[in-house]
């Protein structure tokens, strides 16, 4: 089975490329690469490209790419039913291959390998906090600013199906995604309505969540999300983005499924976009928990999220 091990890249199409790279711009991401009907904008880390969006008539998400293990776990994705053959990766930077895969709905998800990285951005180290009863930080000050944080790397994204448990099978059968918990039904806790999926790397962590597979009655993205550095990183985006006038969707925040502390903004093309900090990680020793709550039960402080935020 081939086996994939981060995410790589989200796709957008948009009527106005200079709109989505000045808000991504406020919101943490640089430009990697920019052409008249193209952006590809990266975090701090490795990854060449994290978030791409292309010129068209109009808005919406167009699908998303994960990073395979190896070229061998490339080569098998691509010997799967309904998969691409093998193709250089012409139009992005970082190059290397892919292949074309859509998933049961048709959302194009390619598995990619080979991309060269990227020299990481120079990031701030982790604030060290004073707990109440351990003490990090002695005769030293902290002086957070109100600025765009800069993101890490793309944590994960989350995916409306109209079939959750084959949408689920599909992505186990050519990523190797394994569950890690399960949101069932508040009523009724045998009907699972989604899983947080992630990805198989043995006894190494990884993020508790790489996707989340939920069932819906319209089909495409909820939302993607980047990683930041640490709590002041994103409060200190909050207070920026909240400065710019951009639109706040709910935040800040801390998840229960996942523990992520969240801040979730609308792009100018009202696509939501996530900033989170303090995730859990998990390795292939964890064994889901099945969540029967209700939506509004899903915060564990912090703001609450909004009607519209579950749409
Ligand atoms: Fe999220």
New binding site residues.
């Given amino acids: 089975m081939p086996k994939a091990i981060d995410t790589a890249y989200v796709v957008y199409q948009v009527r106005d490329l200079d709109r989505m790279e000045s808000f991504m711009h406020d919101f943490g991401l640089v430009t990697a690469q920019r052409g008249p009907d193209q952006l590809a904008l990266r975090g701090a880390g490795p990854a060449p490209v994290i978030h791409v969006t292309r010129k068209g008539p109009d808005d919406r998400f167009i699908g998303a790419a994960l990073q395979m293990a190896s070229r061998a776990d490339l080569d098998a994705l691509a010997q799967l039913p309904g998969s691409s053959p093998v193709e250089p990766i012409l139009d992005l930077p970082g190059g290397g291959f892919r292949v074309r895969t859509t998933t049961p709905d048709g959302i194009p998800i390619d598995g990619v390998w080979g991309q060269e990285p990227a020299q990481p951005l120079g990031l701030r180290d982790p604030n060290p906090f004073n707990a109440g009863t351990v003490k990090r930080r002695i005769n030293a000050s902290l002086r957070p600013k109100r600025e765009p944080g800069l993101v890490l790397r793309l944590?994960?994204?989350?995916l409306h199906v109209s079939d959750h448990e084959a949408t689920k099978a599909w992505f186990a059968d050519r990523f190797g995604l394994l569950d890690s918990d399960y949101l069932c039904v508040p009523e009724d806790e045998a009907r699972v309505m989604g899983t947080f999926v992630r990805f198989d790397c043995g006894e190494q962590p990884v993020d508790h969540?790489a996707m989340?597979i939920l069932q819906a009655d319209h089909l495409g993205v909820?939302?993607?999300?980047f990683e930041m550095q640490d709590i002041d990183a994103v409060f200190g985006a909050h207070d920026y983005l909240m400065e710019k006038g951009y639109r706040l969707e709910c935040g800040v925040g801390r998840?229960l499924v996942?523990s992520?502390i969240?801040d979730?903004w609308r792009d100018p093309f009202d696509f939501r976009v996530?900033h989170?900090t303090d995730g859990d990680v998990a390795n292939c020793h964890y064994q889901p928990v099945r969540y029967a709550v209700p939506a509004d039960e899903t915060t564990q402080w912090g703001m609450q999220p909004p009607r519209t935020f579950f749409e």
Avoid: D, K, P, R
């Fill in positions: 944590g994960h994204f989350v969540h989340l909820h939302h993607c999300s998840h996942g992520q969240f979730y996530e989170y």
